[in-house]
Every structure is written in structure tokens, then in C-alpha cells.
């Protein structure tokens, strides 16, 4: 397979100019149909546009491998057009259908194929959003949308990967309320955790541990990765259903930890003072896949997990996962889906 000629040895996780990108509309009332491949770059909007003063929009966030079978897979992507219909219905876009979605995305793929970096040196970071972008003066939702899907080459999300995380959790803020859009993938829940995470830097850790709204001894998420616990046998993630995002990677990982490792896998009500104590904590998501975490601070005292170590479970179901995304190893779950040949 042809390649560009980047520097895939030093890939972060930042823009890249590929070939192409998806792009479609849909009046408010109308149906997603039509729509196809531009060169890409920038797009034309009114400053009236709704997505730019309300922010009425969500996104997406997949990844494709350039695989040991020497093609290119993507991993799991019907969750992904399964969770845009419940984020665009939440925000009054009409409802991307699945599998009008799923074809957008292959099709940039195909389109940018020598941009996928090579067998284990990074993958393929796809986003699909989608924009309220009719003018719309009134608080109301647009009269019309645009869907784009769009792809980066990207190498790690957090650099020198394998070092455990050092989190704070937050005092401060929150990252979504009760009965608001956090469970969706709305664009303005990360313009809210910008700056929790700019102070977090600041102050020389790598990520935000969000305490939920109405009960901040129970924990919810880290900016943009779920959370885990193990203690001994036991695996706990935070219960879906409430503000928390329901990550690909959070499920993958609950099902892989049960008939992989055999752990009593948990979704409950997970408490600060618990992951404190705990054998391992790590976070999942497609940008960090699987990263342990090494210390948390709350009040600030300073709370170091299992030696500040990488976790045992976290480094078998990394590597499990890996495997399977990269075709390594047996896919029994069908998560793997060929894009080329
Ligand atoms: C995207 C996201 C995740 C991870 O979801 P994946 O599907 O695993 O990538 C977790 N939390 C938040 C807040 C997110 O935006």
C-alpha cells in the first residue's frame, strides 16, 4: 500500500491536512441524502450560523487501522453511528441514519488510504461532525445542517504514552449537570472542561477527574476518557445513564475484562475515596485507548495508585485490545470491519 511521505515516527495527536473529507446537507425537516466527497479544507458559514452562536452541534470520534493482515479496518463503527442519533436528537439536528453515516465514513477512508500510517506506528483519527448552519438569529434550532467527516493522521494522545496519568479531581467544576448533554457528544461540553484542563496543566497534572453534579463523593469521567477501578477480582466503571458519556472503548473493555481476564465486571455508583484505595485505575477511550492512572489529588493531598505503576489488568486488556484492532489476534466479537482489500 502506497504512503504519503510524513514523519510517521513522530505522529502526535494534532491537525493534519489529508486529501478529502465527507461533505452533506439536510434541511431542518428533511432527510439526510446526497452529499459526497470535497477536497478538503475550509467551508464557508454565516456568521449567523447556529452551531457558531448556540453551539448547536456533536461529533465523532473513530479511529482506522492499517492492520497486520495489511489492510485497513476500522474498529466498532455502527457504535459510533449508533450514539450520533441519540446526540443529534438531543440537539434537535435531524438523525443522521446509520447507514448514511457508516458510508461517509468508509468512503474517506478509502479516499485517504496512504494517509493511514503504517502497521503499528499510529492510525487514522476520523471525526464526524455536524452543524447547526442556517443563520438563526432567535434562540431556535437551524433550518439547516451540515455534516462533514474529516481524518488526521494521529501517534499518541497523551506523549511518552506508557507513563500512568496524573489526575486532579476537581473542586472547581463540572463537567456536565444532571439531566443535561453530558451523556451525548456535544460540542459544548468541551468548550466547558477547557478551562478545568488549562489549570489542571498548570498545576503540572495531565487530566480532569469530574465529580458528579449532585453527589460529588461518586466519580463520573475524565474529560474525555471513561474510568475504571479494579480491586482484586472486581472491575467498576461508572453506571451509563446519568452524564456520562457511553465511550466505544468503556464497552469494549467491560466485555473484554469479563471473558478475557474473568473479572466481575461492575457498573455501579464508583466513589472517590474508593479508587484512593484501589488495586488499579485506568481510562479508556478512543484518543487514549487504555491508560492507567498513576495519582489522583483531591483537596490537596496527593493519592498514589499501586506504586504510580502501570495496572496489571490495564496493561493485558490494552494489549487484548490493541491485538484485536490492529488484527493481531482473533476478532470472535465481528468489531472489526475491513475498509480496503
Ligand atoms: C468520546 C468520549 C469518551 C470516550 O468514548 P470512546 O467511544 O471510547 O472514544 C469518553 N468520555 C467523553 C466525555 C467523551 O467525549
Given at each position: 500500500m502506497n504512503k504519503q511521505n510524513i514523519d510517521w515516527d513522530n505522529l502526535g495527536f494534532s491537525v493534519y491536512p489529508t486529501r478529502s473529507m465527507w461533505q452533506g446537507t439536510c434541511p431542518a425537516k428533511g432527510e439526510w441524502n446526497g452529499g459526497g466527497l470535497v477536497p478538503y479544507g475550509n467551508i464557508e458559514i454565516s456568521p449567523v450560523a447556529g452551531v457558531l452562536n448556540y453551539g448547536q452541534g456533536v461529533f465523532e470520534g473513530l479511529k482506522a487501522y492499517h492492520s497486520a493482515k495489511d489492510r485497513v479496518v476500522l474498529f466498532r463503527p455502527e457504535m459510533n453511528a449508533q450514539r450520533i442519533v441519540g446526540s443529534t436528537n438531543r440537539l434537535c439536528i435531524p438523525e443522521i441514519p446509520p447507514d448514511y453515516f457508516l458510508n461517509a465514513v468508509k468512503q474517506v477512508v478509502q479516499d485517504n488510504?496512504?494517509?493511514?500510517?503504517?502497521?503499528?506506528?499510529g492510525e487514522l483519527y476520523i471525526r464526524p461532525v455536524v452543524w447547526g448552519t442556517a443563520p438563526t438569529l432567535g434562540v431556535a434550532p437551524a433550518r439547516e445542517y451540515t455534516f462533514i467527516v474529516y481524518t488526521a493522521p494521529v501517534g499518541?494522545?497523551?506523549?511518552?504514552?506508557k507513563k500512568p496519568l496524573n489526575l486532579i479531581a476537581s473542586?472547581?467544576?463540572?463537567?456536565t449537570a444532571p439531566?443535561?448533554?453530558?451523556n451525548v457528544k456535544a460540542i459544548g461540553n468541551y468548550s466547558a472542561s477547557l478551562q478545568p484542563v488549562v489549570e489542571a496543566k498548570a498545576g503540572g497534572f495531565d487530566e480532569v477527574l469530574y465529580l458528579k453534579a449532585d453527589d460529588e463523593r461518586i466519580v463520573e469521567e475524565v474529560g474525555s476518557a471513561n474510568i475504571f477501578m479494579r480491586q482484586g477480582n472486581k472491575l467498576v466503571t461508572p453506571k451509563l445513564g446519568g452524564s456520562i458519556l457511553p465511550g466505544v472503548t468503556r464497552n469494549s473493555i467491560l466485555i473484554l475484562a469479563e471473558d478475557k481476564l474473568g473479572l466481575d465486571v461492575v457498573e455501579g455508583d464508583l466513589l472517590l475515596e474508593d479508587l484512593f484505595s484501589a488495586d488499579e485505575v485506568f481510562c479508556t477511550g478512543t484518543a487514549v485507548v487504555v491508560t492507567s492512572v498513576g495519582q489522583i489529588s483531591y483537596h490537596g493531598e496527593t493519592h498514589t495508585i499501586q506504586d504510580g505503576e502501570m495496572g496489571e489488568a490495564a496493561t493485558e486488556l490494552r494489549q487484548i485490545l490493541v491485538g484485536i484492532q490492529r488484527e493481531e489476534i482473533e476478532d470472535p466479537y465481528g468489531w472489526v470491519t475491513p475498509v480496503s482489500s
Open positions: 488510504l496512504d494517509f493511514v500510517p503504517p502497521y503499528g506506528k499518541p494522545y497523551f506523549k511518552g504514552n473542586e472547581s467544576y463540572h463537567r439531566k443535561g448533554i453530558g
